[in-house]
């Protein structure tokens, strides 16, 4: 059998790779796929998010896939050959991950590489702040750099003199990658999935140690605190406490489910730096416990202070 395709959706926190997958599993396509989901904090809010769910979904939380739980990928690779049932796997990276380690996985563990075989990198952008990104973070600049597909997401956030300065610099900074302008992360797929597009040797002239394992790759500049609340939220309040966050603290993603106050249906909260949305989602199960679920991902967060002005929003 041909080994099994393998795409990494990767980019900076809240470009939207998230969007990305879910818009690919609804999609009229002739693949089965199977997802791993990786996320920094404990509280998975992604793999919830995952709307497509007759697609195998394995979540990896608490963790990067490029430094602490490699072996947990390549026991969850392991685990979805085993069980078998899809012929595409999609691996969504945390918004932090260098995606070069995650590669790395498929190249160097010969346990894999007759079963799999690595696609293509996909980086989604957000085009309204991506250039602050790259000033202010390295990885933001290895995922644009490691991509074979780089998707200028959010296109309706920016004009098009913007559209044309992102373009060049990511050519600058990638020659080899194809770009996209997306709304949405919606992209034509026929251009994206089971192309062997990833060219070992592009990726080695941009990174002489792109296959160095030994390399240390950390994020200390980056935290996250997730919190699980039983009381229900005043939405008023909640929305208050959004708008002062995004004035005091350097928040570059927020994300979770709310239990708001007298109401019948769990609220999804998406936050992109300064831009919050809170919207309805289903209603809560009969016996289902209702509670708020919330990831906050940033720069010298203080959880104490956090979690003292989220509570202050709570019934």
Request: aromatic share 6%.
């Amino acid at each position: 059998m041909a080994p099994i395709p393998v795409t990494i959706l990767t980019g900076f926190l809240g470009a939207g790779k998230t969007t990305l997958l879910n818009y690919i599993l609804k999609q009229q396509h002739d693949y089965k796929f199977a997802v791993i989901v990786n996320e920094v904090g404990k509280i998975g809010i992604d793999g919830m998010l995952v709307e497509n769910q007759k697609e195998e979904v394995v979540e990896m939380n608490n963790g990067c896939l490029c430094c602490t739980i490699r072996k947990d990928l390549v026991k969850g690779v392991q685990n979805l050959l085993k069980k078998g049932g899809f012929d595409y796997l999609l691996i969504e990276t945390t918004g932090i991950a260098d995606p070069g380690p995650v590669a790395q996985t498929f190249l160097n563990i010969p346990q894999l590489q007759q079963l799999v075989r690595l696609d293509s990198i996909i980086t989604v952008v957000d085009s309204e702040q991506i250039e602050k990104q790259m000033k202010e973070t390295e990885t933001a600049r290895d995922q644009v750099t490691m991509a074979d597909f780089v998707l200028l997401n959010k296109t309706d956030l920016v004009d098009e003199a913007r559209l044309q300065k992102l373009e060049s610099l990511v050519a600058e900074l990638n020659p080899h990658a194809q770009t996209f302008r997306t709304s949405q992360s919606q992209a034509n797929l026929k251009e994206l999935l089971d192309m062997n597009a990833f060219k070992l040797d592009q990726k080695l002239a941009a990174d002489p140690e792109f296959l160095n394992e030994l390399r240390q790759r950390h994020h200390h500049d980056i935290n996250s605190f997730s919190f699980e609340l039983d009381r229900p939220v005043n939405v008023e309040k909640f929305e208050h406490f959004v708008q002062e966050l995004s004035e005091k603290e350097r928040i570059y993603r927020s994300k979770g489910f709310l239990h708001i106050a007298g109401n019948p249906r769990r609220a999804v909260f998406h936050g992109v730096n300064n831009r919050f949305t809170i919207l309805w989602d289903r209603l809560w199960e009969k016996n289902e416990k209702r509670s708020s679920q919330l990831v906050f991902i940033g720069r010298e967060i203080q959880e104490s202070r956090l979690r003292s002005q989220i509570e202050s929003c709570l019934e």
